[in-house]
């Protein structure tokens, strides 16, 4: 039997074909840009080289990474929440596009901190989503208690987080760009402290982030769990006889 087509599905998919549209032409634009630019070292005022195959690369990831919701959903057979979709979607668009194609980074003060809080966050909320629906399932014998599950919300983001860092080491090192801001505008490598300082402030962000909504979800479900004992309390027994 087929699963009815809703309307937060259509908001859902149409959210997708807009960012896989989005990123599509950012790619053909970062590769075109790409054969005419100078090389060299970014002044902050024109764009090198090394600015646009940064740019072809988080575009060319983010249509890759754009589909391992769905997949994730249909491997393991679990129901992602729409909202976490649509989250998912805006954290790709205001990150890729906005900050690398639009150069967001550079204009909007803070804007590299601004979306780390917003994906410790949602992250966060994602852990939250995947222990529910595990709580929920008929095939599961045990259920979590909340500081379990907002414990495994917080590692969950902070994880995700770290796993972020790496590939942007990765990615620095494998094509010599400063996606973790080791260098200054004028190529200058910073050392000690000083080139820690991005990495660091972005994993401090993405913990704090994940921490606050972790403790929102833990008092939510330590009420539903005493809404639920409260009921099941004043809930008059059935006769014997009956």
Known sequence: MKRKFKIKDTWRHLAAVVLAVF???????????????????????RHVKSDYVLMLVQCG??????????????????????????????????????????????RIPFWDLILHAFSGAML??????????????PNIRFRLSPLFVALFAFCFALAAGTVWEIYEFTVDR????????YMLADGTELVGAAALH???????????????????????????????????DTQ???DVGE
């Not at 249909?74 to 989250?87: D, H, K, V």
């Not at 494998?174 to 801001?181: C, D, E, H, I, T």
């Not at 994993?203 to 972790?214: E, G, K, P, R, T």
């Open 236 to 238: 008059p027994s059935p």
């Open 174 to 181: 494998l094509l010599g760009l400063n996606m973790q801001k």
């Open 61 to 106: 990831l983010g249509l890759v990474v754009m589909a391992l919701p769905s997949l994730i959903q249909r491997r393991w057979e679990l129901t992602i929440p729409n909202y976490m979709f649509l989250l998912y979607y805006a954290f790709l668009f205001c990150a890729i596009y906005l900050g690398e194609v639009w150069d967001f980074y550079h």
């Open 23 to 45: 990123l599509g032409f950012s790619v053909i634009y970062s590769i075109i840009r790409l054969i005419s630019a100078p090389a060299g070292v970014s002044d902050g005022f």
């Open 124 to 137: 966060g909320a994602l852990g939250f989503s995947l222990v529910s629906m595990l709580n929920e399932a």
């Open 198 to 232: 991005d990495t660091m402030e972005d994993l401090i962000v993405d913990a704090v982030s994940a921490l606050i909504v972790s403790i929102l979800g833990y008092v939510m479900l330590k009420r539903q769990q005493k809404t639920k004992k409260s009921s099941a």
